[in-house]
């Protein structure tokens, strides 16, 4: 559960239009707490990207509000925009690793927006920077592996390096879109249990969207589920059947159902 009631991320009545014809998101409305680790479920197009790129306004909503650590992102002003996005951290399907330097200075570049001017070498970095890099790196369980090329990296070793970048920031928010759909299932589970473990020392809030229901149900603690764009399912994970999780799935054409939800 959230480590403290307050709220950390909020979508009322979102909708985003692209074009006439597609509607993204539909009506969407949900509070992540700060230090929650809410996943995302659905289909490939039910929504969950765009919804994650709502949150720091990549995306802006065509009707609805969206309030990001106090911030409304449609309204905000691209100065107030860079500064919400120096607070939040984001974890790629794939890695954006440069396989030719080592992991430790792909570490330091999550830190280049608090920087000035261009980087050439790890040896350019501010020693601080470097120090808190291989902090970093020991999180995630890889300091052995700092001065190693990252292209010589298993893919779950290189997922984790990504975390080690976004932590980089010292991010309040970390948003992961599918970080484990090309990883193999035990490194998809060191994964996720890695971004559990962070989110609950640093009350990090995470919103993670993944296909995988198993992982959902044992790192997440709440899921919400999309499909067609709108919210068909919002519930802890305490206490979530594997099968009602799996509902999200049911075919796109479907009729949506009523909004599932449970309090505890």
């Not at 030719?100 to 330091?108: D, G, I, K, P, Y």
């Not at 298993?154 to 920031?169: D, E, I, N, T």
Request: proline share 4%; net charge neutral; hydrophobic share 45%.
């Amino acid at each position: 559960m959230s480590n403290t009631t307050d709220s950390a991320i909020e979508f009322t009545g979102v909708t985003r239009q692209f074009g006439p014809d597609v509607r993204a998101l539909d009506d969407v409305s949900c509070t992540v707490g700060a230090g929650e680790v809410v996943v995302l479920l659905g289909l490939s197009g039910s929504g969950k990207s765009t919804l994650l790129r709502h949150v720091d306004g990549l995306v802006t909503p065509s009707t609805g509000t969206v309030t990001t650590l106090g911030i409304d992102v449609g309204a905000a002003s691209a100065r107030e925009l860079r500064a919400l996005r120096k607070q939040v951290g984001f974890v790629f399907q794939q890695f954006h690793l440069v396989g030719s330097m080592t992991l430790l200075e792909n570490v330091c570049t999550g830190a280049l927006a608090s920087l000035r001017g261009p980087r050439f070498g790890l040896i350019t970095y501010p020693k601080s920077i470097r120090l808190r890099a291989l902090e970093n790196l020991d999180r995630v369980g890889l300091a052995d592996q700092a001065f190693q090329r990252a292209d010589t990296l298993s893919g779950g070793q290189q997922q984790r390096g990504a975390v080690a970048r976004a932590l980089m920031q010292q991010p309040r928010i970390l948003l992961a879109d599918e970080p484990v759909a090309s990883l193999d299932p035990e490194s998809a589970d060191q994964v996720m249990r890695l971004i559990a473990r962070i989110s609950a020392e640093d009350n990090l809030t995470v919103v993670c969207s993944l296909h995988q229901v198993e992982l959902a149900l044992t790192w997440g603690n709440r899921v919400i589920g999309l499909r067609s764009g709108r919210v068909v399912l919002d519930t802890p994970t305490s206490g979530l059947a594997r099968g009602e999780a799996m509902s999200v799935y049911a075919k796109v054409a479907a009729p949506v159902v009523p909004l599932l939800a449970k309090t505890g």
